[in-house]
């Protein structure tokens, strides 16, 4: 039963990030940046700084916000 009901959600999210959930869906809204592209955008802004840790979650921020101001652009 749990196998089930896991599988279901994950049908669920899966159809949430491909966009089929039309209802939340707008024509003026920007599309998210991918996490894939946050994450390398992220990866890099570590790289530059030497590795220093402790700015993870500001590098995430900042590489998400990045990313929706060049969507927003194009």
Do not use: C, F
């Amino acid at each position: 039963m749990q196998t089930i009901k896991a599988s279901r959600e994950v049908d669920h999210m899966t159809s949430i990030r491909k966009g089929s959930n039309t209802k939340s869906k707008s024509t003026n809204k920007v599309p998210h940046p991918k996490t894939e592209d946050i994450a390398l955008r992220a990866y890099y802004k570590a790289e530059a700084r030497g590795y220093e840790p402790g700015h993870e979650i500001q590098d995430w921020l900042d590489a998400e916000a990045e990313i929706t101001r060049e969507i927003k652009e194009k």
